[in-house]
Antibody
Framework: QVQLVQSGAEVKKPGASVKVSCKAS????????MHWVRQAPGQRLEWMGW????????KYSQKFQGRVIITRDTSANTAYMELSSLTSEDTAVYYC??????????WGQGTLVTVSS | EIVLTQSPATLSLSPGERATLSCRAS??????LAWYQQKPGQAPRLLIY???NRATGIPARFSGSGSGTDFTLTISSLEPEDFAVYYC????????FGQGTKLEIK
């Protein structure tokens, strides 16, 4: 069965960067795009961007353009999301998600990133 | 970017009642719209994809309709486990989410 396992919780200082990983199993990694979505405490889901796991092309939300980089390592079946210039407003749970077509049937467990001085 | 507006923000109903949730896009998204259910402390769960197709394992009481800019999620007869927050997401250009509708027990 499809599984997405994310890296553990992080605590970062303002101005720092964070890199979250998402290891996929149970399907051909290069067949599905990988999305990154975040959710601040008590807030809505926020789409950050996605990567074509096959050719590595990416598309980012305008809100995060220039501050987020999504990459993948096909040899490790793992996708990564790096967010830079962190502020307290980046405190959130970050999810990776994937699936066939244009929706996300499979989600990681989420990674809590806390930004605090 | 495409903006999705969900209504109502909160819907108070009783088990057994019918729920109708709306999602409106700022421009056409064709049929590239999905609905998700989220419960506290959990990742979202895909309910409907491509506007009207139920995802694997989703009960038949959930149905989706619409195309272009106006979409509806209907739950025909509410079960206790259906009370949660529901989000729509467009995948026509990027992947923006609506702000969510909280379905609460009346």
């Amino acid at each position: 069965q499809v599984q997405l396992v994310q890296s553990g919780a992080e605590v970062k200082k303002p101005g720092a960067s964070v890199k979250v990983s998402c290891k996929a199993s149970g399907y051909t990694f290069t067949s599905y795009a990988m999305h990154w979505v975040r959710q601040a405490p008590g807030q809505r889901l926020e789409w950050m961007g996605w990567i074509n796991s096959g050719d590595g092309s990416t598309k980012y939300s305008q809100k995060f353009q220039g501050r987020v980089i999504i990459t993948r390592d096909t040899s490790a079946n793992t996708a990564y999301m790096e967010l830079s210039s962190l502020t307290s407003e980046d405190t959130a749970v970050y999810y990776c998600a994937t699936g066939s077509g244009r929706s996300c049937a499979y989600w990681g467990q989420g990674t809590l990133v806390t930004v605090s001085s | 970017e495409i903006v999705l507006t969900q209504s109502p923000a909160t819907l108070s109903l009783s088990p057994g009642e019918r729920a109708t949730l709306s999602c409106r896009a700022s421009q056409s998204v064709s049929s590239y719209l999905a609905w998700y259910q989220q419960k506290p402390g959990q990742a979202p769960r895909l309910l409907i994809y491509d506007a009207s197709n139920r995802a694997t394992g989703i009960p038949a009481r959930f149905s989706g309709s619409g195309s272009g800019t106006d979409f509806t999620l209907t739950i025909s007869s509410l079960e206790p486990e259906d009370f949660a927050v529901y989000y729509c997401q467009q995948r026509s250009n990027g992947g923006t989410f609506g702000q969510g509708t909280k379905l609460e027990i009346k």
